[in-house]
Structures are given as C-alpha cells and as structure tokens.
C-alpha cells in the first residue's frame, strides 16, 4: 500500500460542486502531478463537508486546514505554497467571520462547537473507496466484537439500552425493533436499510454512504446476526449514483476481506448485501410501500398490522432501519450503551445530524446532540439570519413537520419536545424562513408537495390534499371566506386521524401549526385581503394598503 | 376475553376483529371498501373506531383483532364526524347524478350518505373528467363514478386470476383501469362482469341493449323471439323484492310477452340439446383416447378466458356451442322454417344471467352470412329494468308457458345454470348411453390441494370416469396448471367463469354474493325436482328435433349447426 505524507479532501458536494468543485479537483490532480507530488498526496473527493457557503472547500491533513472559495487559479498557489514550502495561504484560509483574521482549522472547530459526530465520524476523513481507510479507524471491530463475544440477545439488549430511538422519522425505539425481529418466526429474515431519503432538503443519508459506506455495511451485518439474518437490502434513492457506486465498491472490498460473505469472523454467521435502487416516488420511503417496492410490486403503502418484524418482505420478519439509525450501531457496540445513552437528553439520547437550509448564513449538515436548541443550531452552525433579515418561521422535520415560530426558538431539537409544539424532529431537515416569506404561501408550497406525493390508495389523502391546496389557493387569491378556516381544521382533522400511512397523517401537520401561531395572518388574507409580504400577487400588500387608506383618509 | 364496545361488555375471541365482534352484538359499523375475504386492504377509511385508553387514535374496524380489555367507541360524534368527512371528500369527486344512475336505490355510496347523514359535501373542488371505456359489447367502464376502493381490483386479481383492473397514475389523478389506462378490448379481460358486482356504484355496469331491443320490438317488419336463460329465472324475482331462489318462470314468460316478443322461448332447449351434442363427444373421444380432459364450453366468459391464457388447451374445448348460440343457430333455421320467415326477419333476443353472452353473440364464429345468430343480449337486470320502464305489475301476473316448440326442456336443463350442473346433465345422459342404467346422482368431493375445485370418480364396467367441476376462473385456471403438471388426470371438466355457475353471473341482480348465489343454485335444483323429465336425451322435441331436422346425434347437419371453433388470443 502506498504511503502518502498528506491527503486533501475536495468537497463536490452538491453546492461545491455548483461553485466549480470537480474542476477543482481535477486540476488540484493535474498539478500535483506536475510537481511529483502525486505519489505523496493523495486527492480525494468528498460529499458535502457541511460548510456549504464557503464552497468550494478542500481540507489538507494531516494539518486540518481549511481553504474555502477555491477557484482553479488558486489551486497553483497552494500546492506551491502549501504543500511544497509548507506556508498555508492566508487568503484563502476558511474563516467564518471577517474580523477574526486568519481563523486555522482549529479555530474554524470553534464555530462547529456544538458539534458532535458519532453517524458522521468518518465523513470527510477517510477515502470512502477504499476499506482499509475505514478499518484504519476501527471498522468493523464493531462487528468482530458482536460476532465473536456476544450472543445475539446481548447486542439487542446493548441496543435497547443505548436509548437509541429510529431516526426515519418516528423514532420507534431501535432495540425494541430488534427483539420483535428477533422474536418473530419465519424462515428466512431480512434487514433493510431505508436509504430512500426522499425529504427534500434531507441529505444525511446520502453523506454517510457517500463519505462512509462501510459504516452502513457493518451496522446491517451487526443486525443480521442480532436478528437472525442472512440477507440484508439497502434501498437507495435512485438519484444517488455516487451512494449506488460507492456502496457496490464497498460490498465487493468487504466481501473481498471476508467481513461480508460467509462464515464471518468464524463464527458460522453469514451475511450478504443487496442493493435496491428506488424508483423515485417518496411514499417508497414508507416502510411497508418500500417493501413491495423491493418485492417488484407498486410501491403503495400497506394497511398494519401486519408489521415488518412479523410480515415483511415476501411475508418474512423483517428488519427496517434508517441509514441514520443503523450508522450509530458500531459506535454503540464499541463504546458501550451506557456511554451512549449520555449524549443526548433522557428518553432521546444520541445526536442528530439536521440538514440546515433558508436564509441562514450557513447552510449544510451538522451533528448535534439530541435536545440541542433550534437557537443554538440557527446562531451556532447556521451563523445566524442571513442579509441581516428577522427570522420568521422555522418548519422541522421537512414537509411532515410543523411550522415553529419565533417564540419557540428555544424548543430542544428532539422527538418529544417538537411533538409538543405541533411539530416534528422527522428526517432532520430544517428550514428556515425570514420575514420576507408569506406564511399562506408556505403552506400552499408544502400542501402542493403532497398533493403531489400521495399515492392515491386511501380516501383522505389522495382527496383531502387536493381539497386543501385548493383552499389555501383561493386564501391566496383573496377568494375565501372565513368558513375556509374551519374547513381547513376538518380537513387536517380527518387527514390526521384516518389517512392509511404516515404521508397522509403527517400531511396537515404545517396546518395546524400555521393556524397556530400565524392565525392573524391567515384572517388577514382572508378578511382584509392583504398580503404582507407580498408573495401572494393578486392580493394587496401592506404597502398599498397604507397607501390607499392614507388615500382615503 | 372481554372487550368493550361503546361501553358494553362483550365476550369475543382472539382472532376476531372489532367488525365482527360489533356485527355480533348488533353494532353496525358502516364499510365501503371491505368484501370479506376478498378486499381486506383499508383504503376508504369509512369503517374507523375509535381506540380508548393507550396510544388510542383510529383504525379500520375490519382490520383491529380484539385484544384482552380492548375499548372501542364506533359511535362517538368525532367518529361519526370523521367517517363523514370521509365520504364528503369522495362525494366532492363524484358526479353525483343520481337521478340518471342506473345503480340509484341500489347504490353503496348513496346507501352509505344516507345512513351517515350526509348532506352535501364541504369540498366542491376539481375534478378529472374521464372517458367512458365502451370498447366491449358487455361492459362499460365510468371512471367518473369510480371510489377507488379497489374491489374490483381484488376481485379480477385474485379471485378471477384474470389480473387486468389496477391501479394507474397516482395520487388526485388515481384511475383504476386496465394497464396504462387501455380499453377492455384491449386487454384479456374475460368480460365475466364479476368486477361488476364486486363495485359498489356504477362504475362498472352492463353495455346496456334496452333501446336496441325496444326498437326492434317497435319494427313490424321483424318477427323478434326471446330465449330466456335457466339462471335468470331464479334471480329476475330479486328485482321485484322476492327471496332469491324463488323460481318466477310462468310469470317470467307472460312478462315478456307483456313487452311484446312474439315468441318467448327457453334456453333450456337448447341446453338440453348440448347436452346431447356435449355427451356424444365425450362418448367419442373416451371411444377414441382424447384428447383429455374435455373441457366445457357453455360459460364464454371461460372460453374467452381460455383463449387468451390457456390457449394450448384450445383443443380440449368442446366444439358445442353454448346453449344460447345453438337457440340463435336454431331460431333462425328450423324455427325460421316452420315460421316461413327468412333469416334478416327474424330477431333473436336472449336474457341472460352473464355479461360475457353480450360478446359471445358478437363473436365472428356465431355469424352466418354477415348477420349474427342471436341479435341482442339482455342481461337478467336489463330485462327487470324493461318491465319496470312498462309497468308491468310483474308479481301480480298470472303464469303462462313457453311457447312451442323451442320452449321444452327437462330438468336436466335447469340446473345447467348452477356449478355441477352441466356435469350432472351430461352424466346422467352419457352414463345411460354407455350402461344402459340410470345414474343415482352425482357425488362430487373436495378435490385434494385444490380448493374450490371438486371431482368425482363414475366407475363404469370396462373405466373409470375422473371429472371435475370448478366455478370461478381463478379456481378454474388452478384445475389446469394442475393437469398441465401431471399433478391431476380428469375426462371431463366442468368450468364456468363465474363464482357458483350462471346463477352468479355478471348479469345477475345487484347485490349478488355467496349467500345469495346458494339461494338461487337451490331453486334450480327445486325446478329440477319437480320435473318429470330430468334427462335431456328423454326431451320428445329434442328426440323430434333430431330425427327430422338434424339427421342424427353428431351428425353433420348438427355439426355445422350447433358447433363452432375457437381463437387464440394474446394474453
Ligand atoms: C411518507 C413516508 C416517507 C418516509 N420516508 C422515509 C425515508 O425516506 N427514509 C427513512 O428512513 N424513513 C422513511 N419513512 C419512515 C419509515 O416508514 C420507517 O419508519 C423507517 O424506515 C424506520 O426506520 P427507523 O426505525 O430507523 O427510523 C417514511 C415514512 C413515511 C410515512
Ligand atoms: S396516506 Fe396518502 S400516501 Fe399514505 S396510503 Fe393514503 S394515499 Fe397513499
Ligand atoms: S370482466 Fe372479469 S376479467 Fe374483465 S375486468 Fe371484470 S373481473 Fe376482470
Ligand atoms: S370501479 Fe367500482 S369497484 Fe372498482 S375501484 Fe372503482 S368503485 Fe371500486
Ligand atoms: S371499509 Fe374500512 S377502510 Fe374501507
């Protein structure tokens, strides 16, 4: 194995990528060949590296630097610079504040300070192509450990223990999962790992199979045995090529150095990897409509009970678990439940990777500790509003969740904290909006989005959702009446309560918290026909209307 | 264990489920998509309870199993709320035209309004306007009336096997129809209008043949003769508000003559006759080898079914047209003959209990001369409809017979409208033929590995005869993977396309289900009982027919007449 004294990391991340990335990297290549450094450094590219507004980003080690807004002119100069005499170049050193000058990769630590990476350890830090970089930093001792000192009852009982709870959306209690797996009969057992990601604005899962695939790889074996499986299946996104390619790399070096295949570990247990691309639609996301989706069939949520762990894919026990969940699992297996279960809140433990989006100054991923504030998030990684505007609204959880308002800034980013405000802790997307954005129009967007995602199978969610974009619409166009509120209530009311899956049910949530918090707001879309932003065009704004009563008085 | 609902202790079992629990102790809960056994998939959400205590919230009664303690609430305002906002939404994308609607007063979504005190609907919004799918001469497809509960989907699918009725596109624009939304002629449909029955409005209803057959009723010129089929005459009562089974045959007969046929003639003639024509060839080919098994070919819906996916089996089809196309053949020669009328001035019309007879009658074999053989089909609900547009008093009108002479059957006839019926029939004929003795009924088991499907074994001197009897083209499609795999040797196989035989046909009257099916099986074999005749090869004008018009049993007058061939069609 070549030796090199250095890597670089080049983020191609989807906004670097935007920015000129690749070019970067490629060039970046070209010139360290020039020099004959090819053989000392080693080039690798990266998804997102969480700092999105400062792309393109390249990180040198073993020094930890960071160089942001890199442009192909600027690559000379660094490996000249950097790597050849070794003086980092100021000018385009990584900083978050102007003022601060010459912030160095430790100091840039500061701004990720609430930062904790457990599921994103090794995002970033290793080349994700190559196995070895991965056992470097402890792969699949997880897996040694489970396969060759602990019965198959203990690893579920770590896993109950550790507090971890499913970060798909619901957070059902992992270990709970497990033992019902474990439990059921059946003649076959799978583990599925739910990498659909359909959320927008949701690419967690995407960063941990693109930086860490092995991670994913080893999580499933460590549950195959606790469960009793031999057969596990990653659902992909269908859009995640580089997932798909990196994953396959990574099943055949696994199955190559025998820590997948046959007989591992000596232990008689055998485990192998399938992958399933998605076919696009985010219901496939669900677990049961995910399931018939592998199976060939329309991928159509399924009435439950039956529930996976008895009757999943093909009618066998069956295990599904989110590439979030699942990435937690050899860390838990190493260091232990009880160390686990002290991250994190009571009854919430762990950390949570959020994907940060809006008028933030920051957008991107970071990883958090369980009940970490939305304040903190928004003015610790987010950097705050961006252009200077007053935050307005916050959603949670993507589209599923609910709307939060300034008020409740301080609400602890967790499963039961948000479910009390009306919201959702979901995938972990978080967008947020300033003041400039209509609050009718917010939920016109999302009601648009399900109007479009449902899958059509049950009566309140393939009608109530076209029922309710086309009243938010007529709000929008000035065209309602105050009953329209009422009629929105029965709707989410119905919608809430009777919707066959989790896309219907969840559906409403941003109208209820919209006509929560932003009720006034509403009326006057209603009633005085105003828009105060603006965003609704066939109604005046708050400005012409100054206008007209100073007209009229 | 106990459970609660709506406060009352009840005893139930595991297993059950809060539906039937409630159903025992007389709590009904309101469904829509649920068919017992059939459709159990909770798409509607009109059935909801409310759960107490725990996580509570709401699930489908049909699908929440009682458990020790259980506490249920089915009739609480927000449930009855819930359950109504429901049917407001699929109200808001329904047509609404009751009025016109053939199904009005026999409709589950309007039953369902009324008992859940619907009055409008609050979501008036859009609506996707969908083209009526007449492709076929037996069924019309109207999306626009479509719930989407999915019955028929389940009931073609797994039931019928047939597998051409899905789900398309997704979400507000859902549409439930043949693959990439194609026309039923474009696809293997049987055309067996069992999808008819399982759909709880009109979105699938008959290709209605009324007007057709009033005009050629109004048209002096034409000498219009109705064949009336043996299932409708145990059914047509239902329309009139009479127990199912309850045989209506002399009235049947003044009925249409009240319309104005000239002739009203019975199809359990011509049964009767291919019973003859049927057991001969069995007789020729047990003489000759094969090729086993003989497959009957009475039910169309099968035989279509047969072409398009079992198509190696073409050659084990009876060549015996179907009882109403060997009235048709007959009608318009030998009758046409005794009448000294031609061909073009007669017009034949049949009422039967079955869809697929609407496309039978149109099938290029069943021409002669550019013309078809029978000229309409009415199904059993279409020809109570007619009464009902004349007010005819139809249970208050004094029984006549069937004209002569295409109006004298045995009983051996009737029961060819109910599963195992066309075995008896034939048996009792063939077994006479070959040992000279009576048969003493037919005594037909529960086939080995192969539910819904059951066979006896005839033992004659010199061979034993195997045969099956199977009812329903999922079932019927089972009996022949079977023989395909050697698993099963049969002679003589009886298949129909419908669920219990023609008394559950397509065009039968709304609702039919299993119960109702038994019902009207049993009153055909009471007709049969109180014959004095019950073996066709015993029917004088049959004896009669054959001796001065055929020129024989199997003979080639009777073989260009009264047999036909098949087609292979794409699956
Ligand atoms: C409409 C809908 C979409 C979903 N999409 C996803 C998804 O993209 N990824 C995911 O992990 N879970 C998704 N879920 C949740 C899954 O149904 C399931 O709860 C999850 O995979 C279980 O894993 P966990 O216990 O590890 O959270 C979705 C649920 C619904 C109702
Ligand atoms: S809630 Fe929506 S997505 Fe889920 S089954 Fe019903 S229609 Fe399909
Ligand atoms: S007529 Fe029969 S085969 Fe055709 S769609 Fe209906 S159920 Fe299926
Ligand atoms: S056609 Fe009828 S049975 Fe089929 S889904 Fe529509 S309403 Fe239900
Ligand atoms: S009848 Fe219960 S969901 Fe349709």
Redesign the pocket.
Known sequence: MAFYRGHILVCTGQECKQKGGKEVERILVKELKRFGLNDEIKVISTDCLGACEAGPLMVIYPEGVYYGGVQIEDVREIVEEHLLKGRRVNRLLYEMDESEENVTAHHKKDIFSDEMRIVLRNCGLIDPEDIKDYIGRDGYRALGIALTRLTPKEVITMIEDSGL????????P?GL?WKFTHQADGDEKYVVA??????PGTSK?RLIMEGDPHTLLESMAIAGYAVGADTGYIYV?GEYQLAVSRLKKAIEQAEELGVLGKNLFDSDFDFEIKIREGAGA??C????A?LRSIEGERGE?QIKPPYPPNEGLWGQPTL???????ANIPVIIQKGADWFSKIGIENCTGTKVFTLSGDVMNEGLVEVPMGTTLREIIEGFGGGMADGREFKVAQTGGT?GGCIPKELLDTPMDYDSLAEVGSALG?GALLIMDESHCIVDIAKCFMHFFEH?SCGKCTPCREGNTRMYEMLDRISKGESNLKDLDKLRDLANVMSKTAL???G??APTSIYSTLDYFKDEYLAHITAKVCITGDCQELVTQREEGERKGETA | MKVKINGEELEATAGQTVLEVAKKAGIEIPTLCYLKDKNEIGVCRICMVKVEGGGGGYEPAFVLQVSDGLEIETNTPEVRELRRLNLELILANHPQDCLSCERSLNCELQGLSKELGVDGSRFAGKRIEHQLDESTPSLIRDPNKCVKCRRCVSVCNDSQGVKVLFPNNRGFETLIAPFFNKDLDEVACSLCGQCLHACPVAAIKENDAIDNVWEALNDDNQHVVVQIAPAVRVSIGEEFGVEPGTPMTNKLVTACRKLGFDKVFDTDFTADLTIMEEGHELLSRLKEGGPFPLLTSCSPGWIKYVEHFHNDFLPNLSSCKSPQQMFGALAKSYYADIENLSREEITVVSVMPCTAKKFEATREEMMKDGSQDVDLVLTTRELARMLKMTGVDFLNLSGSDFDDPLGISTGAADIFGVTGGVMEAALRTVYEKLTGEELSGLRLTEAKGLTGVREAKIELSNQTIKVAVVSGLGNASKVLEAVKRGEKEYHFIEAMACPGGCVGGGGQPIPTNEEIVMKRGQGLYNINNSKSLRKSHENPVIQELYEEYLEGVGNKKAHQLLHTTYQKRAK
């Open positions: 709870r499913g970060r798909g959306g619901a957070g059902f992992a999962k739910n990498a659909d990601e359909g959320e899962d996104r985010y219901v996301g669900e677990e049961t995910l949520p599904i678990n989110n590439v979030e969940t699942l599923s995938s995602e899956c989790g896309l049910q969840a």
